[in-house]
């Protein structure tokens, strides 16, 4: 089993979190990628020997897109069965990976393999990590699959490095391009109805439901308002081999 992380600019103490959330999985084989984003952190990463790090010589500025590819092609190379996604300002709980593997294992003895299990998430707010908030909307077996609820089977294996194939003006809802690459591949997917990954919200219908108030900056609402802006049928056949004609997500987490 792989986890592979892409990082940027968050601060120590934030990829700690995040790496501590995977040391501390129930399950036994656990391999932890941490792929940085042209600004290594290489006097912290040496305090996990056991994390394999990969640091890029130039960032990509395009929400972790090419790392995590990267990433996930190292991991397919070294002979993981399956990858599991994990940006590095969030945290999955010890029974995440656990579940996952149950779940692939489940659906192989019923005789019915799949390519892909999703998790769900618990959303909290930053300086306010207790909270627990499910998403309206956001239940098991929805259509849309956040990025850190992923993970992807060998059987999937072409897919592994697909994020850093995504048109860069897609990359601020990559994870709903993975999860239309999916659908249009017709993988079989199966959802553990548990939730174990916990996000880090920025997101203004996050502050509204737990009933907080908005801080001065730093959500990332704004971000998805040039998603897909300029995309043609051509880009998306040219580089995911697929024809669609992109229709933006709601403006919403």
């Known amino acids: 089993m792989a986890v592979v992380t892409p990082y940027h600019r968050e601060p120590p103490a934030v990829l700690r979190r995040c790496m501590q959330s ?3 999985q129930d399950h036994p084989h656990v391999v932890h990628y941490m792929v940085a984003d042209g600004l290594a952190q290489p006097e912290l990463l040496a305090e996990w020997p056991q994390v394999r790090h990969i640091p890029l010589p130039h960032g ?5 897109c090419t790392p995590r590819g990267i990433g996930a092609l190292c991991a397919l190379a070294d002979g993981a069965d399956v990858v599991c996604f994990l940006d590095a300002d969030n945290l999955f709980l010890p029974d995440h990976v656990a579940s996952v593997v149950q779940a692939y294992a489940e659906a192989q003895a019923r005789g019915r393999p799949v390519d892909a299990v999703f998790s769900s998430r618990y959303m909290f707010l ?3 990590e207790h909270l627990r908030i499910v998403p309206p909307g956001e239940v098991p077996e929805a259509e849309f ?10 059987s999937a294996g072409f897919l592994w490095g697909a994020w850093s194939q995504l048109p860069r003006s897609l990359t601020p809802v990559c994870d709903r391009a993975m999860c239309w690459l999916m659908q249009h591949h017709g993988l079989r997917v199966r959802w553990t109805q548990q939730y174990t990954v916990l996000y880090e919200s920025h997101w203004r219908a996050t502050y509204l439901q737990a009933g907080l108030p908005l801080p001065p900056e ?6 998805l308002g040039a998603a897909g802006a300029g995309l043609t049928p051509e880009e998306l056949w040219s580089l995911l081999r697929v024809r669609w004609t992109f229709d933006p997500p709601a403006r919403q987490a």
Do not use: K, Q, W, Y
């Open 22 to 24: 995977v040391r501390a």
């Open 60 to 64: 990509n500025a395009n929400f972790g």
């Open 126 to 128: 930053p300086g306010h």
């Open 145 to 154: 699959v956040d990025t850190n609820c992923i993970s992807l089977a060998r």
């Open 218 to 223: 730093g959500l990332h609402d704004e971000l």
